[in-house]
């Protein structure tokens, strides 16, 4: 199986940082990578996907980028609404894993 | 409105069984790929079994051998039919619908159901 190793696991931040997660794949991908959040309680939300793709109505402050084994998603101003886990997930190869999550919170 | 609906989740004993269903609307549910995602208490998340358009299956090793993923196009339902469970079977489960084409990708999801498996 592919493993994701996302850095760093938490993170504290303020409204208006730019801040970048990371994500490194066991093997290479490609760009067969995928990134979520998540609020507590709720579900998952697509965000990027093919590593670079935003998905439709996701603001225009995230990106993403890398490929092979390493990735970044970036959130240029943070919003109120922002703070979340979020998970790569790679659609390389079946079973499709997740990193371990990035928990963001707020400085 | 497009969305999906778990539900049959609840509390059992190690060994005994559950069917999860799935129900989506507002959308071609026979032409997409679905998948069960699970998440155990404060922990990631998982894959757990998909079921493309042709009905053919996939399962984690976890699960492979326990766990029966179906589906009912003429009811826009997913199911998964979940056997000789254990402790760690305890998750929130999720269905998700799964974009496939030249990238795959889980762009909608329900709200999850949750399964407690204890003694």
């Known amino acids: 199986d592919i493993q994701m190793t996302q850095s760093p696991s938490s993170l504290s931040a303020s409204v208006g940082d730019r801040v970048t997660i990371t994500c490194r794949a066991s093997q290479s991908i490609s760009t067969y990578l995928n990134w979520y959040h998540q609020k507590p309680g709720k579900a998952p939300k697509l965000l990027i996907y093919?590593?670079?793709s935003l998905q439709s109505g996701v603001p225009l402050r995230f990106s993403g980028s890398g490929s092979g084994t390493d990735f970044t998603l970036t959130i240029s101003s943070l919003q109120p609404e922002d703070f979340a886990t979020y998970y790569c997930q790679q659609s390389s190869s079946s079973p499709y894993t997740f990193g371990q999550g990035t928990k963001l919170e707020i400085k | 409105e497009v969305q999906l609906v778990e539900s049959g989740g609840g509390l059992l004993q190690p060994g005994g069984s559950l069917r999860l269903s799935c129900a989506a609307s507002g959308f071609a549910f026979n032409t997409y790929a679905m998948t069960w995602v699970r998440q155990a208490p404060g922990k990631g998340l998982e894959w757990v079994s998909t079921?493309?358009?042709?009905?053919?299956?996939y399962y984690s090793d976890s699960v492979k051998g326990r766990f029966t993923i179906s589906r009912d196009n003429s009811e826009n339902t997913l199911f998964l039919q979940m056997n000789s469970l254990r402790a760690v079977d305890t998750a929130v489960y999720y269905c998700?619908?799964?974009?496939?084409?030249?990238?795959?990708?889980?762009?909608?999801w329900g709200r999850g159901t949750l399964v407690t498996v204890s003694s």
């Open positions: 079921i493309n358009r042709d009905d053919s299956t």
């Open positions: 093919a590593a670079s």
């Open positions: 998700a619908r799964e974009m496939t084409g030249q990238y795959w990708y889980f762009d909608l």
